[in-house]
């Protein structure tokens, strides 16, 4: 057995538990200095069954330092996804010493309800903590939010909304988002609902989340929805709406209505493997970002997936921003920018500009490092017909592409022949497609590759790919493949990045 965070597939600047099992992140906010994650969780096993709170902090939302579970499974039920928040006010009456305390709001899933076959086995929960996260009391009057008869009733995400001077939950309920209001976090009211008319609907909604995006002086609402299954590409997705908030309901623009009618959806990612995305609360308004981070993985394999004492990581934390389109607004993702300081000094990165190609470039012979670990950036003109292919494989001949197809204007992640794929059905039965949704003549491609990842930013963050492989030897060739006459990179920047673990 090898030593933990070295062991094979083991994600190098990705969060993953030490050991055991996690899906959903939970419960992010900021808070004296330290980024706060916490996960769903079942530490005795790697597959999904009763439900904790893992815990981890980081400084610098790239290190990230593992703690004790925060919440354990009690009479009430397993502790499924929610958020929390510093009650700066302390308006929950929770807090000592004159300090804020610090509030989460959870699911509680009562598996002995679901098997009775009531329909109200789903209610919300709370805890606080008094001393900046470390151990958390569940409040006796709990469930502060009981169920009104629906099966699906989970994941409350919960802001500040300062206008109104009120707590608002949003929460995910079968097929449409709830919005509850409350004074003190103890009593809520069902405030309004959206989404039945709406986006995607091929499988339940599942954790919701809405906050507020500025775009110069105009604010608008973003309201995020998890589905599965029902993802752009199989399974889980994420999609979002845009719209305002009137203090108690989510309100669609009516530029968005065309593209989310009929089924249709929004997405945050195409690719398979990032699920179940909620954002950090509390960053402090002088940083202003909005950041998400989502659960590299999907319900269609991710207890099956080859890995070894742990199953699953996270997505690299993202900002999301607002994007002024002739369509109406749409949301940009970008890995954040404290990413940078992953980049090894130590390695020379490759820098190259205006070089014509005839139909592949052997970048790995370039690089003094493997591209095992690595960040790169690539821009080059629209080609007229042909394809440009980002490929790292290994000595066995497994690869994993990820690149542009002018043929169909769309991007798209080619794991079918990645390594290790056989352990599900649905893991690699087709290559994955993203519309190019930018239309400038210069297309920028954005890739971190982790040992078991790819994340793709593409035209500064409007169209996002993540999937994972899981290839019987590190990859250690990179090319650059194109099938377009006359194919010139514009610039290429390849870095070595540290890992965080060692
Ligand atoms: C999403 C989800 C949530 C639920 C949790 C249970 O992946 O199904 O809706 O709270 O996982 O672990």
Known sequence: TSKLYQEQHRPQFHFSPAKGWMNDPNGMFFYKGEYHLFYQHYPDKTIWGPMHWGHAVSKNLTHWENLPIALYPDSLGYIFSGSAVVDWKNTSGFGINNQPPLVAIFTYHN???????????ETQ????????????????????????????????????????KQWVMSLAVQDHHEFWVSKNLKEWENSGNFGKEWGNHGGVWECADMFPLKDGNVTKW???????????????????FVGDFDGKTFILDEALKPFVKNGNGLWLDYGKDNYAGVTW????KADGRRILIGWMSNWQYANIVPTGVWRSAATLPRVLSLKSTSQGYRVSVNPVKELQALRNPAKKALQLSNLNIASSLDVASKLNFKPTLSELELSFEKPQKGKVEIEISNSKGEKYIIGYDSENNTFFSDRTKSGKVDFSDTFAEKVHLAPRLASDKIIKLHVYFDVSSAELFADNGETVITDIFFPNEDYTKMKINTSEKNFKIKTLKVWNLKSTWK
């Open 222 to 240: 973003v309201l995020i929805v998890n589905i599965n299954p029902g993802g752009p590409n199989g399974g889980s997705g994420t999609q979002y």
């Open 111 to 121: 598996m002995e309800g679901e098997k009775a076959g009531r329909g109200d086995f």
């Open 281 to 284: 609360s509390d960053i402090p």
């Open 125 to 164: 929960g709370i805890a606080y903590s008094n001393d900046k996260g470390r151990t958390w009391t569940k409040f006796s009057g709990n469930p502060v939010v009981k169920n009104t008869g629906t099966r699906d009733f989970r994941d409350p995400k919960v802001i500040w909304d300062e206008a109104h």
